[in-house]
């Protein structure tokens, strides 16, 4: 993962709610098994195994994080039980067709909780972060840059 992808998903972060958190964890997934797929293309052994090494640990956490208290849970628990076990023959075997068929599924959950997200208009999990606005500064070659406005920036993240 790029240290852009990763400063994006920050920022996305920041400012999710509960289901939002969920669509990010689905996509921070789908990046790795997409590097998985490129790294084994290319022969380069330990980087496939650390993009499927990081898709590995959030698809434990997506399985970990089930409420059991319904039945649609068991459903996704044996969805990602067996992500899991593609992503770790994946892992041992470098092949890519076990990559490819943990991200179709991944993708197709990604997609389902997509539309889900999209009628939740609850309040962000996380308050008093930074707030990110993008196009109000420019760097290098008139990019878009980032500009952080934070009235509290001692306190940032957390109330005092």
């Known amino acids: 993962m790029t240290a852009e992808e ?56 997506l399985l970990v994080t089930l409420d059991m208290k319904y039945e649609l849970s068991y459903n996704l628990a044996s969805l990602y039980i067996y992500v899991n076990k593609c992503i770790n023959s994946a892992y041992v075997s470098l092949k890519a067709e076990k990559v490819t068929e943990a ?4 993708k197709s959950l990604g997609d389902a909780f997509r539309k889900v997200a999209e009628t939740d208009d609850s309040a962000p999990l996380m308050e008093n972060t930074e707030s990110v606005y993008a196009g109000l500064t420019y760097g290098k070659g008139m990019e878009p840059d980032e500009a952080v406005v934070d009235a509290n920036e001692a306190n940032r993240g957390f109330l005092v």
């Open 103 to 106: 991200a179709r599924i991944m």
């Open 6 to 61: 990763i400063k994006n998903f920050k920022n996305r972060i920041t400012s999710a709610n509960r289901t939002g958190l969920t669509v990010i964890i689905y996509d921070i997934i789908d990046t790795d098994l997409t590097e998985a797929e490129e790294k084994i293309a290319i022969s380069d052994k330990e980087g496939a195994k650390h993009a499927l090494a990081h898709a590995r640990k959030f698809v434990t956490e």
